[in-house]
């Protein structure tokens, strides 16, 4: 493993993308925000006109993946993460993308990895893991201002039924399921801006480098 990793997990909207990303910035780590990688098979499935569940199909798509090409523009349309939740199932598909993540956080000085299951599968010996949640109804206002901000139209109730339906299918999988590691901090952000959750999670990455050094 590389010399300093955080794992960073969560639900959908707990605000654990943007956190990883100014953690990456703050720390100078590469970031890898793995739910893009979900969604770039998904979308390499839907583009050739593959069933989301063709197993061997998706493990291929994932082999082949270039991770410096993803596109967040184009794979943050929201089918795209209803079909992702999809794949994600498939232990075949997940295999490859866990190698592919692997991989990337071994290379280099250290990085930060956001997703489902960093911490419990992809890295469990990661020296700082967070497990960043919110309630359902926080993260689907999260969700619906967003799309406003953009310009966009959406409607609340329906935003909150997804949200639910999609942690339902990632928290109840078979394969590694999304949960929080037995080490992970939880940063509950429910109630906090993103500055602040930013001061909490470099806290505890403060701690953790600060003991490292002591031993
Ligand atoms: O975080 P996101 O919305 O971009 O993720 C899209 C889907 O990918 C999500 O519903 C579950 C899946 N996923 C996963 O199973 N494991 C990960 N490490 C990251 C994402």
């Known amino acids: 493993m590389a ?13 654990k993308g943007t956190l990883a990303r100014l953690i990456a910035a703050h720390y100078g780590l590469r970031h890898l925000d793995t739910g893009l990688t979900y969604r770039a ?10 069933p989301l569940d ?19 523009g184009v794979l943050a349309d929201h089918a795209i993460g209803e079909a992702a939740s999809k794949v994600a199932v498939m232990p075949a598909a997940r295999r490859a993308l866990v190698d ?7 290379h280099g000085t250290g990085a930060v990895l956001d997703g489902r299951d960093i911490g419990t599968v992809v890295l469990p010996g990661a020296p700082v893991k967070l497990y960043v949640t919110a309630s359902a109804k926080v993260r689907a206002a999260r969700r619906y201002h967003e799309i406003l901000a953009r ?65």
């Open 3 to 15: 010399e300093f990793v955080v794992a960073i997990d969560g639900p959908a909207a707990s605000g």
């Open 54 to 72: 063709d197993e061997a199909a998706a493990e291929q798509a994932a082999r082949s993946l270039d991770l410096s090409a993803m596109d967040r």
């Open 151 to 215: 310009g966009g139209t959406a409607d609340e109730a329906e935003i909150l039924a997804d949200i639910l339906k999609r942690d339902e299918r990632d928290s109840t999988r078979a394969d590694s399921p999304m949960k929080p590691a037995e080490d992970a901090h939880l940063l509950d952000t429910s109630e906090m801006d993103i500055e602040t959750a930013f001061r909490a999670a470099r806290a505890i990455i403060d701690k953790t480098l600060a003991d490292r050094k002591e031993t």
């Open 41 to 50: 098979v998904a979308k390499a499935l839907l583009d050739a006109g593959q």
């Open 100 to 106: 592919r993540q692997r991989e990337f956080a071994a």
